[in-house]
């Protein structure tokens, strides 16, 4: 199925492989997707295939178009998007409620967000232009520019990583928020498009494929693809209320590494919840 992406990341195509009915995630990418083939050599073994069983449902703003998650010190951090709608904040994750709030000039429609030591990073869409803000206070210290598109962004505590839309991962120096290389990501049947949201996970980056609902495990070092996560049918009709917004797609990832807990949510999303991630086969 051939997607012309609309919204964020306008322009990209993306071809996905769906799911099947018993959950387990059949890959999102743009190689041969009919066929699965390569050409030449031998067949690339798939990754395999994880499916998520709900420990929590937490209480998420449902007019918060969620663009990045991070998890620190028992609250969230968030950016969310929208032109005249983009914020950073900090969330209590029990309640759900905004406690600190940085709202972002109309023009621009804000992305993905990253801590490293007491800095925060935000991207932007298109403006090409990101935000480096005081953790304890939210205030901005310095905007900064970068070529094409933003989307997500993490790190790995030393090195900042950037998606844009392709198959593509930037990595980019913190101090001078210029690129020094990149990954590609594939996985045994070509390259993953659409990558959004990102998060460090046990030295994985877990990757949200836009307008799917699919997380990609990716090796940071060479870009492969070590699993697929399939989270169909998280959102449950029933989590919506009436007079809220209809809930967009799946984006956003956080972990808490002292506790090992993983949430996940979207743009949208009435809920934010933890789960757990169970292989399958």
């Known amino acids: 199925m051939v997607v012309l992406a609309v919204g964020c990341g306008a322009g990209q195509v993306s071809t996905t492989g769906g799911t099947n009915t018993t959950g387990t995630a059949t890959g999102v990418t743009t190689g041969d997707a009919t066929t699965g083939a390569t050409t030449g050599g031998t067949q690339p073994t798939a990754p395999p295939n994880y499916r998520y069983e709900v420990v929590k449902v937490l209480p998420h703003d449902p007019r918060a178009f969620t663009q990045g998650l991070v998890f620190h010190d028992g ?47 935000q991207l932007t869409w298109q403006n090409q232009t990101g935000f480096v803000y005081e953790l304890s206070t939210f ?12 989307w997500g962004i993490t790190t790995d505590g030393e090195k900042l990583f950037v998606s844009d839309g392709t198959p593509f991962i930037r990595i980019w120096d913190p101090e001078t928020l210029k690129e020094t290389g990149r990954i590609e ?91 757990k991630l169970v292989k399958v086969g």
């Open 185 to 275: 990501v594939k996985d045994d049947r070509g390259q993953i498009w659409s990558l959004n949201e990102l998060e460090f996970v046990k030295g994985e980056i877990y990757a949200n494929v836009w307008q799917t609902d699919m997380i990609a495990r990716v090796d940071p070092k060479t870009g492969k693809v070590t699993g697929w996560i399939n989270v169909q049918g998280l959102l449950k009709p029933e989590y919506s209320r009436p007079g809220q917004p209809q809930p967009d797609v799946l984006n956003g990832i956080a972990y808490d590494a002292k506790t090992d807990r993983l949430f996940v949510t979207g743009k949208l999303w009435p809920k934010v919840f933890e789960i």
């Open 139 to 150: 205030k901005k210290l310095k905007s900064f520019e970068y070529p094409g598109e933003g």
């Open 75 to 121: 609250y969230f951090l968030e950016g969310t998007g929208l032109n005249g709608e983009s914020t950073l904040r900090k969330v209590e994750v029990e309640t759900g409620k905004v406690l600190k709030k940085v709202d972002l000039e109309q023009k621009y429609f804000g992305e993905g967000i990253a801590l490293l030591k007491d800095k925060i990073y």
